[in-house]
């Protein structure tokens, strides 16, 4: 059974950075796509970004390309997003999922409806205050 475990949240002062990580286990990764996505309180989930099995292909949404990065080591089957210069609206729950499409033609893109992956995590806490 796949699994995908975040972690690296926490409580970071505005302005700060965090990196969280998504390490997944029952998961042939160098196949699957990865999104990140987060739900503040009160909030719809949100997608921020997403990145391919090889890592060559990433997607942003339009209003998470600024201050989002994400990268993935497949040696270690971990998936990062880097949030750089956090803002008190960043605090939410974030979650990483698993979307399991065969990309058969080299054209599939990866995105942001949660009906388009497959296993998700727990998610972790990030909570921006001074």
């Known amino acids: 059974q796949p699994q995908l475990v975040e972690s690296g949240g926490g409580l970071v002062q505005p302005g700060g950075s965090l990196r969280l990580s998504c390490d997944a286990s029952g998961i042939s990764m160098d196949y699957t796509y990865i999104g990140w996505f987060r739900q503040a309180p009160g909030k719809e989930r949100e997608g921020i970004s997403c990145?391919?099995?090889?890592?060559?292909?990433?997607n942003y949404a339009d209003s998470m390309k600024d201050r989002f990065t994400i990268s993935r080591d497949n040696t270690k089957t971990t998936v990062y997003l880097q949030i750089d210069n956090l803002r008190p609206e960043d605090t939410a729950v974030y979650f990483c999922a698993a979307d399991l499409t065969i990309d058969y033609n080299g054209e599939y893109v990866c995105g942001f409806r949660a009906n388009q992956y497959d296993y998700w995590g727990q998610g972790t806490q990030v909570t921006v205050s001074s």
């Open positions: 990145i391919g099995g090889s890592g060559d292909t990433t």
